[in-house]
Every structure is written in structure tokens, then in C-alpha cells.
């Protein structure tokens, strides 16, 4: 069985991330050499983590009443760490940054490398980028799309707590509270 590099990785999440996925991790990566310049952590079990957290929601590993980072961390414990040179504390590291990569979950992470995807996810989530994902996931009702962003903002407005990561939020809250004030303008109060 040969193993698996992050090329690999990368060109998996393409052909299964519906075209979405691999793009969110591009950003998550760029947005950790930011947040996480100060930072010591392990970069390559992190990148790993990047390209895998979402894989729980991909269609040929979605099962519609599992938690998609929970879903996630199954599917990267079974079938894709087993085929990555990594340390077990590698793969340790990996798995608890993917299940608690959500912003739904509440519970603390425990490493540097959790901390960094969770808040680069977090992120992902707000600015323009967030406004558009929040219309992209469906369905096609303005009102529907408006309340889960409005709701997703709202969860993650204080829950940065890394200084870079602060910083960036700010600006993309601001980016956002923008595209929030048009959209109600131009709907004429119809959400």
C-alpha cells in the first residue's frame, strides 16, 4: 500500500469536495500563515487536518445524521491516516483539530494546531467569503440564506481568541455588517 502525501490529499479533496472543499482549504491554509506567524506548531500535521476536516460532509462519506466533524474524524482515523507517514502524536493532534474544528462545539481545544484550524474555520465563516457561502449552501430563498448567516455571524463574533485572528474578524465583520446593509436595502425589507 503506497502512502499518501499532501499531494494526495489535495487532489482527493478536489475530486471529492463537490468543488467547494478544496478552495476552503487553500483559504484555511493562507489564513494560518497569518494568525499562526507567532506561533510554534506542527505545520505538516496541521495541513493535514486542513485538507481532512471537512471530509464528514463530502458525499461519499456523509451520513445525514452524523456530525460532520465527527463524521470527519471517523473517516481520517480509518481510512486516510492509516496511509500517511505520520508520529501517533501526529495523528492524535490531527484528530482532535478535526472534531473540534466546528463552531458549534464549545468544548476547548487542547493543541496549537486545533486552535489554529478552529479559528481559521471560524473565519472562513464572516467577511465576503462568509456572506457568499451563506447564499452558496442553498436553498434558494433570500430569507432562509440571510437568517443562517445573520445566525453563523452571531455565533462566532466573540469567539476568536487569537490576536491576528481578532484583527481579521474585526475587519470582516465590518466587510459583512456592509454586504448585510445592502442586501436589506435592496430587499426592501422582504427578508
Do not use: N
Amino acid at each position: 500500500m503506497d502512502l499518501l502525501t499532501l499531494a494526495d490529499l489535495e487532489t482527493q479533496t478536489l475530486t471529492a469536495g463537490e468543488g467547494w472543499a478544496l478552495a476552503h482549504v487553500r483559504r484555511i491554509l493562507r489564513l494560518v500563515e497569518d494568525i499562526g506567524a507567532d506561533l510554534t506548531y506542527d505545520a505538516h500535521a496541521f495541513a493535514v487536518a486542513a485538507y481532512l476536516h471537512d471530509w464528514g460532509a463530502f458525499p461519499r462519506y456523509v451520513q445525514p445524521t452524523a456530525d460532520h466533524a465527527l463524521r470527519s474524524r471517523q473517516v481520517a482515523e480509518s481510512e486516510i491516516l492509516p496511509r500517511v507517514d505520520l508520529t501517533a502524536a501526529q495523528v492524535a493532534l490531527i484528530l482532535d483539530a478535526i472534531e473540534l474544528h466546528d463552531y458549534r462545539d464549545p468544548r476547548p481545544v487542547s493543541s496549537t494546531e486545533a486552535l489554529l484550524l478552529r479559528e481559521a474555520d471560524f473565519l472562513d465563516f464572516l467577511g465576503a467569503v462568509g456572506f457568499a457561502r451563506g447564499f452558496a449552501s442553498g436553498p434558494k430563498d433570500l430569507a432562509t440564506c440571510y437568517r443562517r448567516i445573520l445566525s453563523r455571524r452571531d455565533a462566532l463574533r466573540d469567539r476568536f481568541t487569537l490576536p491576528r485572528a481578532q484583527k481579521i474578524a474585526a475587519v470582516r465583520l465590518s466587510t459583512m455588517a456592509q454586504c448585510l446593509a445592502w442586501l436589506e436595502e435592496e430587499s426592501f425589507g422582504y427578508l
